[in-house]
């Protein structure tokens, strides 16, 4: 176990400010309200003398936007002895606890597997994550359906839970008490009761989402593998991929989708490999040279998003890749809502 | 650190004409290179694409390998269209190539469609290599006409060596063609196989696997004795990429090579 500390919103942002000369700081910011009428926060840079920002919930952008992007380079023709060039470190504030449960799906693709992905290790290994409790929640959020608590357990670096006039911080890794104890003029240990009032907010918040998420009837994390299997035939992918547009917006936006095209790029002096983002809702996603498409209907493009997030993930790493940050139904320009595919499905095997 | 996506360089040594539509590229990579049978590699043109493709060469064979690409896509027009002693990329070896140790003792049926027969030449010279360790090797290559049946010259020679059995057929004939006319299904009949011991390897279109694993099933051999060579649109060839997902598996690592039994419970396996 690592220690507990509490910092004042002033201390934090003097950190903050201190934290600018080792590392590229981000923070949330107020994004211009949008038609939902619910602010949205973005990350961008934190400038000099500037005030830490705190995220009542999750930002627009997914963490993976921090790690993978939507064109990068991946290796040059030909240099025999390419090395990667470490980058510089990075310290994220605001981060939520979907990010990071999302986030595990990253880290399961490219640190795992076969081969390791050098340039997410590096970008990853460079990066501190300062998480902190959701103290509400968006329309579209059902954190709570998959199991994931509207605060982080576990993760992250440091995490701050808002309390009075300052945050509880928890450590995480050893990497968070070791910049703590960095900086220690500005942390000082927590007391039980400052740590009792952030398990209270946490409880209240939880109990609000509850009643939030209560009415939708949302289907059950343990019963999603076996939608997939048994509604693989029902016209539900038919119904709902009516309104798709094959923008990949749910794709793009989603924290824990990683599919990504390794292309060619022309460049002088040497040509690139690039890594390039890439949409299973896109019409060539699964073509094969000389046409052949697996994928060839939207619906089946539906289908195999889904089949990819709860049944391909929940037999490969035991979970289902959905963190319910509700990032994808937000950005639909179809209104496709992914907790009523799940929905539907459910009540047509009932029925 | 190592760089997964690095492409090694190699020169295109030779061009070999197949059939009107499919070639044979000799590559001698610029650095070390090794593959094992039915593994796969990406081949580049740098800066403009790269496709998927099982060596149809001689894994023994350690400083060249061999290419058999038809003519069907962008990247293979190109390479189609282009000249001898050109810089080519190549990443991989990836996936599981053909397990045999799986094999040794057995009689082994391979099967074959069109281009399909390109990783199996792979496959057929290293069960060459060492015949001692199988009982026999039967192949059935079935091509749409005389003019597309490639490795010409190489099948008569095969078909000479003790222990190997070797029918071919063409969908349609042309004027002069002597030998078999009707889809592969046909000419798997009345084969030398002990289906107590046997095998098979299937690889060629799609459709072809379909219907030849239906006629295997049906012929007694049991789903874990077919092996399929799965063809899906790999990219990155380490299971990141999500593109070749085949139900619970990627296609670029847990395969190409699946066992019917690997598939048989997930859909649309032949689309």
């Known amino acids: 176990m690592y220690n507990i500390y509490y910092t004042e919103n002033s201390q934090l942002n003097e950190f903050a400010d201190r934290l600018r000369s080792k590392f590229k700081v981000f923070s949330a910011a107020v994004r211009p309200a949008n038609f939902t009428k619910e602010t949205d926060y973005s990350y961008k840079t934190l400038d000099k003398a500037e005030s830490i920002v705190f995220n009542p919930y999750r930002a627009v952008e997914p963490l993976k936007s921090f790690f993978t992007h939507p064109q990068e380079k991946a290796s040059e023709y030909f240099v025999p002895d390419e090395k990667i060039i470490p980058l510089g470190r990075t310290v994220i504030f605001g981060v939520k606890s979907c990010d990071i449960a999302g986030h595990k799906i990253q880290d399961f693709v490219f640190l795992e597997g076969v081969e390791v992905d050098s340039l997410y290790r590096i970008k990853r290994e460079n990066t501190i994550l300062v998480s902190s409790d959701c103290t509400d929640f968006k329309q579209v959020c059902h954190c709570l359906a998959w199991d994931i608590l509207p605060h982080p357990t576990w993760g992250f670096d440091l995490n701050l839970s808002p309390l009075n006039d300052g945050f509880v911080v928890e450590v995480g890794s050893a990497r968070g008490e070791e910049l703590v104890k960095g900086y220690k003029e500005y942390f000082i240990p927590a007391k039980d009761t400052q740590i009792s009032g952030c398990r209270q907010k946490r409880e209240n918040l939880i109990s609000r989402l509850k009643k939030h998420l209560l009415p939708q009837n949302l289907v059950r994390k343990d019963s999603v593998q076996r939608l997939m299997k048994d509604g693989y035939n029902l016209d539900t992918w038919q119904q709902f991929m009516l309104t798709c547009v094959e923008c990949g917006g749910c794709n793009f936006i989603c924290d824990t989708c990683h599919c990504f095209l390794l292309a060619d790029k022309k460049k002088q002096p040497q040509n690139l490999k690039v890594k390039v983002w890439d949409s299973c809702q896109y019409a060539n996603y699964a073509r094969v040279a000389g046409g052949a498409n697996p994928l060839k209907m939207r619906a089946q493009r539906l289908r195999f998003r889904f089949t990819k997030k709860f049944d391909f993930f929940v037999d490969n790493l035991g979970i289902p890749a959905c963190c319910g940050c509700g990032r994808c139904i937000e950005v639909c320009p179809g209104k496709i809502d992914l907790r009523e595919v799940l929905k539907d499905l459910a009540k047509k095997l009932k029925g | ?271």
């Open chain 2, 1 to 271: 650190m190592n760089n997964i996506y690095r492409p090694t360089e190699a020169v295109l040594e030779d061009i070999i004409l197949e059939s009107p539509t499919i070639k044979t590229f000799i590559i001698r990579p610029k650095e070390p290179f090794e593959f094992k049978t039915g593994q796969f590699i990406e081949l580049t043109l740098p800066g403009i694409g790269e496709a998927p493709f099982t060596p149809s060469s001689d894994p023994n064979i350690k400083d060249k390998i061999d290419v058999t690409i038809m003519n069907v896509g962008r990247v293979t027009s190109l390479l189609h269209n282009s000249t001898k002693n050109i810089s080519l990329g190549i990443r991989g070896p990836y996936g599981k190539g053909y397990p045999l140790d799986k094999f040794e003792g057995k009689d082994i049926l391979v099967v074959g469609g069109g281009v399909g027969l390109a990783p199996l030449r792979s496959l057929l010279f290293s069960l060459f290599a060492q015949l001692d360790r199988y009982n026999k090797v039967v192949l059935r290559y079935g091509a749409r006409t005389p003019t597309d049946i490639i490795y010409k010259d190489s099948i008569p020679q095969w078909a000479k060596k003790k222990k190997v059995d070797i029918v071919t057929t063409v969908d349609v004939g042309e004027p002069g063609w002597k030998g078999n006319v009707g889809l592969v299904t046909t000419i798997l009949k009345d084969m030398p196989v002990d289906l107590k011991k046997a095998i098979s390897v299937v690889c060629g279109p799609p459709i072809m696997m379909k219907f030849v694993t239906l006629k295997l099933l049906e012929l007694g051999f049991a789903p874990k004795d077919i092996y399929l060579s799965m063809e899906k649109n790999m990219s990155c060839g380490l299971g990141k990429c999500g593109h070749c997902r085949l139900g619970r598996y990627y296609t670029c690592k847990d395969g190409p090579v699946f066992t019917y039994e690997e598939l048989k419970d997930i859909h649309d396996i032949w689309d």
